[in-house]
């Protein structure tokens, strides 16, 4: 069961504690409060887990404070659309995050040199653009590749996301102690950034890594699909995350692994994003750069890449995440997938007609009005 409060009661209101202290007569109902921001408001949310079909629904409708409750069933209890449940969203570093909007997250695979970052910082900066992706841990298949340079980077990093005005930078994380790291550093640089932890595509099923950037609500999370994980897998450890008590997670689509996406490197599963937004409350997040590989470009001079994250974009997607470097050739990480520093003028007004074009077929769809059609006998 999900209980939703009224916009003027809060956590300290007497409404809110008489709540809960009905809600804690029934033995084996465990509850969990949560806070959003809706698209219009606020929202608290009171989520019950446990055998709740001993808690009378009605009654709890009826009392103080409460405007809405709904029984959920047990299938993405906490991030999942039940009903008419508002979408989560949420605001971080003066930015807001939810279905409806729109952000591009670019930058290096991993922070190779100080002069690079430096280089990319500053091009976005000229662009107006607020939000970074940036590796300091990388996982790599041969332990011999260049795995990121781990914390000892973390200092300049931050120090130059401040410099350029970077709001955010999505950081993948691969161990619950590297969450310490990232905190420990920002507190020393005195938290001139924000980060996005990221879950990548090879723990996507790392549970107790799920619980870690669960159980901390500092940090937002950007969860990427599993490459071989069906949708109900992948969201299913959205849902580890969720339960832990952050809610504050973007859901990422980054193509998965068969061979019947050659010659890219993963088949691009973009055509999902309507389906995570419709399951679910959650923000839809597209990786162009890892399905593809390579900065190939079809005949009519546009690069694959361009092309797919168009496909994401007009699909509804909530965020792009994009890898850009000064000099690709000597990108000690994902070189032939990362674009040129001077695209980023073209990139950014690519997709964000892409953009508008996705607005304006929502407009025409809901002009339409295909829901009051009803169909022949």
């Known amino acids: 069961m999900i209980i939703i409060l009224k916009p003027e009661i809060t956590q300290e209101s007497p409404e809110f504690k008489f709540l809960l202290k009905y809600l804690n007569e029934f033995k084996g109902v465990k509850t969990l409060t949560a806070e959003y921001q809706g698209e219009t408001r606020k929202v608290i949310e009171i989520h019950l887990i446990g055998d709740t079909q001993k808690v009378p629904l009605e009654i709890v409708k009826s009392l103080p404070g409460v405007e809405k409750a709904v029984r959920v069933s047990?299938?993405?209890?906490?991030?999942?659309?039940?009903?008419?449940?508002?979408?989560?969203?949420?605001?971080?570093?003066?930015?807001?995050?939810?279905?409806?909007?729109?952000?591009?997250?670019?930058?290096?695979?991993?922070?190779?040199?100080k002069e690079n970052v430096e280089a990319i910082f500053k091009a976005m900066k000229e662009a107006g653009v607020r939000t970074a992706r940036m590796g300091a841990y990388k996982p790599r298949t041969s332990p011999y590749d260049f795995q990121g340079h781990g914390k000892e980077c973390l200092p300049w990093?931050?120090?130059?996301?401040?410099?350029?005005?970077?709001?955010?930078?999505?950081?993948?994380v691969l161990s619950p102690h590297h969450i310490d790291e990232i905190w420990e550093a920002l507190e020393k640089a005195g938290h001139p950034t924000g980060v996005m932890l990221q879950i990548g595509t090879r723990n996507a099923q790392n549970f107790e890594l799920l619980k870690a950037v669960g159980n901390q609500q500092e940090f937002p999370v950007l969860y990427k699909r599993g490459m071989g994980l069906t949708i109900?897998?992948?969201?299913?450890?959205c849902e580890y995350i969720a339960s832990e008590g952050n809610h504050n997670i973007i859901f990422c689509l980054r193509g998965v692994r068969t061979h019947l996406g050659d010659p890219h490197r993963n088949l691009v599963d973009f055509g999902h994003v309507?389906?995570?937004?419709?399951?679910?409350?959650?923000?839809?997040?597209?990786?162009?750069?890892?399905?593809?590989?390579s900065r190939v470009a079809a005949p009519d001079g546009i690069k694959d890449i361009y092309h797919v994250a168009a496909q994401g974009v007009i699909a509804g997607a909530n965020m792009v995440l994009v890898e850009f470097h000064p000099d690709p050739h000597r990108a000690l990480c994902d070189g032939p997938q990362a674009l040129f520093l001077e695209e980023i003028p073209c990139f950014l007004d690519y997709?964000?007609?892409?953009?508008?074009?996705?607005?304006?077929?929502?407009?025409?769809?809901?002009?339409?009005?295909f829901q009051n059609i009803v169909p022949k006998p």
């Not at 109900?232 to 450890?237: F, G, R, T, V, W």
């Open 157 to 172: 990093l931050f120090e130059l996301a401040g410099k350029y005005d970077i709001a955010i930078i999505a950081m993948e």
């Open 74 to 113: 047990a299938k993405y209890r906490q991030i999942g659309r039940h009903g008419d449940l508002e979408p989560i969203g949420f605001d971080y570093k003066g930015l807001h995050f939810d279905q409806n909007s729109f952000h591009v997250f670019m930058g290096l695979c991993a922070a190779d040199t």
């Open 351 to 369: 997709i964000n007609r892409a953009r508008q074009a996705y607005l304006d077929m929502k407009d025409i769809v809901a002009r339409c009005n």
């Open 232 to 237: 109900d897998e992948s969201l299913n450890a």
């Open 274 to 293: 309507p389906v995570i937004k419709r399951l679910t409350r959650l923000p839809v997040c597209v990786d162009p750069s890892h399905p593809i590989g």
